[in-house]
């Protein structure tokens, strides 16, 4: 069975970096990409980028460049998102998601909400 | 970047009826248009993908069709554990953009 294990709920001051995780298992994490997305109530569903395992590459929205970093580490089957200079913009739930190279995400991590707050 | 313009925001429909959902992208995205059903709380889950390929497991009164830049997601009898937010997927070209979401709920 595929599954996407996300971490924890985070509370973070403005200003600050949080860094999430995706752990991948019932598959072999490097056949696929990785990618994540944003969802918020103002701004509905965004995808920030993705990596591939495999080969340490990232593509990235332009929108979140300089915002989020994307890196994977393939001995422990985990991609990681870091999001940095955290402002209330950046409050909300954050998804990883496996990319079937049909164009199409197929499964989801269960989501880390993400609270920037004094 | 193509922009995703779903329809309607909202629907109120009865057990049985057939619902219609509507995504419009700004320019043809040659079918690579996906549909995702998120339930109060849940992840999304992938209904259709590729138009009008339904995904294992989903049952077969969820339907998609379309070309270019027009799609709709189908429901053909709306059942009560149908009530969620369904939204649509590009995977035409990055970077990868979404419709806003209907919020489908029983009358």
């Known amino acids: 069975e595929v599954k996407l294990q996300q971490s924890g709920d985070e509370l973070v001051r403005p200003g600050a970096s949080v860094k999430m995780s995706c752990k991948a298992s019932g598959y072999t994490f490097t056949d696929y990409a990785m990618h994540w997305v944003k969802q918020s109530p103002g701004q509905g569903l965004e995808w920030i980028g993705a990596i591939i395992p495999l080969i340490d590459t990232t593509n990235y929205n332009q929108k979140f460049k300089g915002k989020a970093t994307l890196t994977a580490d393939k001995s422990s089957n985990t991609a990681y998102m870091e999001l940095s200079r955290l402002t209330s913009e950046d409050s909300a739930v954050y998804y990883c998601a496996r990319y079937n190279s049909g164009y199409y995400f197929d499964y989801w991590g269960q989501g880390v909400m993400v609270t920037v707050s004094s | 970047d193509i922009q995703m313009t779903q329809s309607p925001s909202f629907l109120s429909a009865s057990v049985g009826d057939r619902v219609t959902i509507n995504c419009k992208a700004s320019q043809n995205i040659n079918k690579y248009l996906n549909w995702y059903q998120q339930k109060l709380g849940e992840d999304p889950k992938l209904l259709i993908y590729n138009t009008n390929n339904l995904q294992t497991g989903i049952p077969s009164r969820f339907s998609g069709t379309g070309s270019g830049t027009d799609y709709t997601l189908n429901i053909s009898s709306l059942q009560s554990e149908d009530v969620a937010t369904y939204f649509c997927?590009?995977?035409?070209?990055?970077?990868?953009?979404f419709g806003s979401g209907t919020k489908l709920e029983i009358k």
């Open positions: 997927l590009q995977g035409s070209s990055r970077p990868l953009t």
